[in-house]
């Protein structure tokens, strides 16, 4: 090999090591991008947790820029990194204390909220820089030594990034097939599996990864929440609760308590893990939490004591979807109609062409007896395409008007298309019976019992009509 053959690669395999730090800023960019996003729920000492993003950022700032400009050896390059950090550390504290003594508490956390916010949109503009370069390095490393296992991670990672998933795995599994074990294919790996959602190859990768590493608190909550995907109760659980005995009020393992129960219709132990979640830091809570709660209320039909936190969540953001439909649902449910009116419509202002809101605006405005405004909005829910509850909305209303005879038509009408529905046959029954009809009324209830379906409030109706 001739002198400059080995100073290029002295210079290719210096670049190789650096991404190695490279690979691991970018891990810590996501992870501080969560912790971010987390703040409002899981943050109990907001000082300290500030200063300690700040920190983070600077870190990877200083990081990004040596990686990128840095002409030093790698001994050089860690030691120009652990001095910048450290001269740079007494110097972000002093800001802090400025702000602090400058500012209300309120609007210092909102600033640096904020000012994180527009750092770590930095750093990723500056790694996004440095992809294209990147790339070619490691594929000049993959020219020289061809199953080169940073080169292989580094391109399956830079392709992971862009959203190429499947060259991404080509890269990851090559790399595994040269270096079984390394724990950067396989995490890459798995999270690329997990965003085609195939979450069972995804779990069998991050299993291998916990052989190496059984007490990553991050894979262990992916890999409980891989198996909530596949409706693994069990073992999504157990994970779940093997993570909060390692980490006591873990955000991530209560939230997804509290969606694996909410899935599978155990509400009241959903409303715990999510309670919990909310007691943990009441005063900076996630709205989802809040929507979350009010949502199991609304499932075991409390929904007075949901609507406080549908209407905490709409303090917070006037135009939540989850808020507004959830104050109006309660409302519903307390069989106060003319109070859910508002909050549907307030629905339809941001979304008008939501078929399923229209048409329960119609039901609240024919519940009042406004007859003529809730034919208005089951009309344009079915302008929109045909809904059987705007269908159904307009027979009631000719139900309630007294119109037995059209209404029995609209019925039959709806019955020979969804022959399977109940209620359809419930409401028949209803309209022989003003007709004082009973024999057709039972005969509408029996043709449901022919079609094998055991439905409890057909039997009950039909009980009480042979009763009287």
């Not at 400058?102 to 992809?131: G, M, P, R, W, Y």
């Not at 040269?178 to 690329?192: I, K, M, R, V």
């Not at 198996?227 to 069990?234: E, L, Q, S, T, V």
């Not at 419930?426 to 057709?440: G, P, R, T």
Request: proline fraction near 1%.
């Amino acid at each position: 090999m001739q002198m400059a053959d080995i100073s290029r690669w002295e210079s290719i395999k210096i670049k190789e090591e650096k991404q190695k730090y490279l690979e691991i800023l970018n891990e810590e960019t996501k992870l501080l991008s969560q912790d971010v996003e987390q703040f409002a729920t899981i943050n109990k000492d907001n000082q300290k947790y500030i200063d300690d993003l700040n920190f983070d950022i600077t870190n990877l700032k200083i990081s990004v820029s040596s990686f990128v400009e840095s002409e030093a050896s790698i001994e050089e390059f860690v030691e120009r990194i652990k001095h910048e950090i450290l001269s740079n550390k007494s110097n972000i504290e002093n800001k802090n204390n400025i702000l602090t003594q400058a500012l209300t508490e309120n609007d210092e956390l909102q600033i640096k909220i904020d000012s994180l916010n527009k750092e770590i949109e930095k750093i990723k503009l500056e790694v996004n820089n440095s992809t294209k370069e990147a790339i070619e390095a490691f594929n000049q490393i993959l020219n020289i030594e061809e199953n080169n296992n940073y080169a292989l991670v580094g391109l399956g990672d830079s392709e992971r990034k862009q959203c190429h998933f499947k060259e991404a795995i080509e890269y990851y599994s090559k790399c595994l097939s040269c270096h079984p074990g390394n724990n950067y294919a396989l995490f890459g790996l798995a999270d690329c599996y997990k965003a085609i959602n195939q979450y069972k190859k995804a779990i069998e990768i991050w299993e291998q990864y916990l052989v190496h590493d059984d007490r990553n608190i991050t894979v262990l909550t992916r890999v409980a929440d891989a198996y909530r995907k596949i409706r693994d109760f069990k073992k999504s659980k157990n994970l779940y609760l093997k993570v909060l005995d390692m980490e006591e009020n873990n955000a991530y393992a209560l939230i997804g308590l509290g969606h694996l129960h909410y899935d599978f219709k155990e509400y009241k132990d959903a409303l715990f893990y999510w309670t919990q979640m909310l007691e943990m830091n009441p005063s900076h809570v996630d709205i989802r939490v809040l929507t979350s709660i009010g949502n199991c209320h609304r499932k075991i039909k409390t929904f007075e004591k949901g609507l406080p936190y549908f209407e905490k969540a709409l303090e917070l953001d006037p135009n939540n979807f989850y808020a507004l439909f959830g104050i109006a649902d309660c409302y519903r449910g307390m069989n106060q109609q003319f109070r859910s009116v508002g909050y549907w419509n307030k629905i339809l202002e941001i979304d008008p062409k939501n078929k399923v809101i229209l048409t329960r605006t119609g039901d609240a405005y024919r519940n009042t007896g406004d007859y003529a405004t809730a034919a208005e909005y089951y009309n344009r829910a079915m302008d929109i395409d045909f809904d059987i509850y705007a269908a159904l909305g307009l027979a009631l209303i000719c139900k309630g008007e007294g119109k037995f005879e059209e209404a029995a038509d609209r019925l039959n009408q709806l019955i020979s298309g969804d022959p399977k529905n109940y209620r359809l046959y419930i409401d028949l029954a209803d309209c022989h019976l003003k007709m004082n009809n009973k024999k057709e009324a039972l005969e509408t209830l029996h043709s449901f019992q022919k079609l094998g379906i055991k439905n409890q409030a057909i039997n009950d109706f039909i009980d009480q009509i042979q009763e009287n």
